[in-house]
């Protein structure tokens, strides 16, 4: 029986009864990410048909030429060279580029999920030389196939093309084609043939709409890019390769000017004989985060991989993150209400049964529950207002009876709502969170170890001064 337990039997039974709640907590965790994917599902079906996350590459002017090689063959025992003629491709970046995109967002729900989409209108210009130096590539401009040569734009998900697009080269409109975009964009997009000497720079503009969700990337190519992005969307995260110079970010919206990615921050020479792969673009995680979303993109690729700025519009509170981060602090709640508990036992004659203990730690998991299914609905704030004041309410009236008055249930209240509120404040002060956890075990353990300083662990029932209990 209870009654007839050394406070260091005790002690170990809270702390074992502790332990195995953390099976349900990481239950819970697993519930948050289930429904976290839940959640994307949904905002992928919400998107359908209008248009992903976009990657957009390019323009990029593609040559072919004849390459000429010697092959060696061995057949019946007699070697022969042969001369081969292949044709290939020459890729040329822009020697300059400069694009500005304008994003117009809006919020498309459906059910309790929501996600962002956009309208972007953009529009550019670039202007192509061949290289004095080509020959040093081993590729004379003889050999360029100039009369084939055509335009490669980029874009990862070609649904969200709209009307409007145009392209024009040394003042002459191009017809456009569907597919072979650049490697950079698996080959999605559009391109056009144009037509040019190389005898003077080649000047090309181009426009054109293009729905998306969520975010926008762009592969930058050449010399020197420039990128200025403008949205009233008032919360945007800038991910990828390349950070923007300047960035303005207000209630009004946002501008971002990516001022100058030069092809030496690339790694990439003005020519080369194959495309550069997709990009691998990654956000900075930090879940609860109000700047930052838990966001990776990822689309795999090798060898010469292509680089890319991003920008995401992110909702200013990821709830799923925010949920996540307060249920590692769950083993805070059951720890300090478990502490409590003993303390009234051991100190102050309370009596506390393993099965008290049991419940009230199923109560404290029930809140996380309860603050992501209110969460989902009403937002994260007021789901922990409610969440919070229901679990407090419950124990509090629980441990009236299992501590055999209302002065010590209050007391048990009181530190409970102490202790929700100052997870709030962790949550939202990440950068300082740390410490003042470490602050709030040092405490705890201090005033348990001051309380105690008098308890013979190993003796059964209450030293006497058991006898000034917390009243």
Excluded: C
């Excluded at 292509?306 to 949920?323: M, N």
């Amino acid at each position: 029986m209870t009654r007839n337990r050394s406070p260091g039997t005790k002690l170990f039974f809270a702390a074992l009864i502790g332990a195995i709640l953390l099976v349900p907590l990481a239950m819970v965790y697993a519930l948050i990410y289930d429904r976290q994917q839940q959640s994307e599902t949904a905002q992928d079906s919400i998107t359908s048909g209008w248009g992903g996350e976009q990657i957009v590459a390019g323009p990029v002017l593609v040559i072919p030429y004849d390459q000429t090689s010697q092959r060696t063959e061995t057949v019946d025992g007699k070697t022969t060279t042969r001369t081969v003629t292949e044709e290939r491709e020459l890729f040329v970046s822009p020697s300059k580029q400069s694009i500005k995109t304008a994003i117009e967002p809006s919020v498309k729900s459906y059910s309790i999920y929501r996600s962002v989409i956009y309208q972007a209108d953009a529009e550019g210009t670039a202007s192509y030389t061949i290289p004095d130096d080509l020959a040093r590539s081993g590729v004379t401009r003889e050999q360029l196939k100039l009369d084939r040569a055509e335009l490669r734009f980029g874009v990862s998900d070609p649904r969200g093309l709209t009307d409007g697009t145009e392209v024009i080269a040394d003042g002459e409109k191009l017809v456009l084609h569907p597919g072979n975009g650049p490697a950079s964009t698996r080959g999605s997009g559009f391109s056009t043939a144009v037509d040019w000497n190389a005898q003077s720079p080649l000047q090309v503009s181009w426009k054109y709409g293009l729905r998306g969700s969520r975010s926008l990337a762009l592969v930058p190519r050449g010399g020197e890019t420039e990128w200025t992005v403008t949205s009233p969307w008032q919360h945007p995260s800038f991910i990828g390769n390349f950070r923007p110079d300047e960035s303005d970010i207000s209630a009004e919206g946002f501008t971002a000017n990516y001022e100058g990615i030069t092809n030496l921050a690339l790694g990439e020479a003005l020519v080369n004989f194959e495309d550069a792969t997709p990009p691998y673009i990654a956000s900075p995680s930090d879940a609860g985060s109000p700047n930052y979303m838990a966001v990776e993109t990822a689309i795999e690729g090798g060898g010469n991989q292509a680089k890319a700025a991003a920008v995401r519009l992110i909702e200013p509170v990821d709830l799923y993150s925010q949920v996540d981060r307060s249920v590692k602090y769950g083993f805070l709640f059951i720890g300090f209400t478990f502490i409590a508990f003993f303390m009234f036992d051991v100190v102050a004659g309370a009596r506390v049964a393993a099965a008290e203990y049991l419940l009230t730690g199923v109560g404290l998991v029930l809140f996380f529950v309860m603050l992501l299914a209110f969460a989902e609905v009403v937002g994260f704030a007021w789901a922990y207002v409610v969440a919070s004041l229901a679990i407090i309410s419950l124990l509090t009236a629980y441990s009236a009876a299992v501590l055999g008055g209302w002065r010590r249930a209050w007391m048990i209240g009181g530190m409970l709502t102490g202790l929700y509120a100052t997870l709030y404040v962790l949550l939202s002060l990440e950068a300082w969170s740390l410490m003042i956890g470490s602050l709030l075990l040092f405490a705890a353990l201090a005033a348990v170890m001051y309380a105690t300083r008098n308890i013979q662990w190993s003796n059964v029932g209450h030293s006497d001064e058991s006898e000034a209990a917390i009243t």
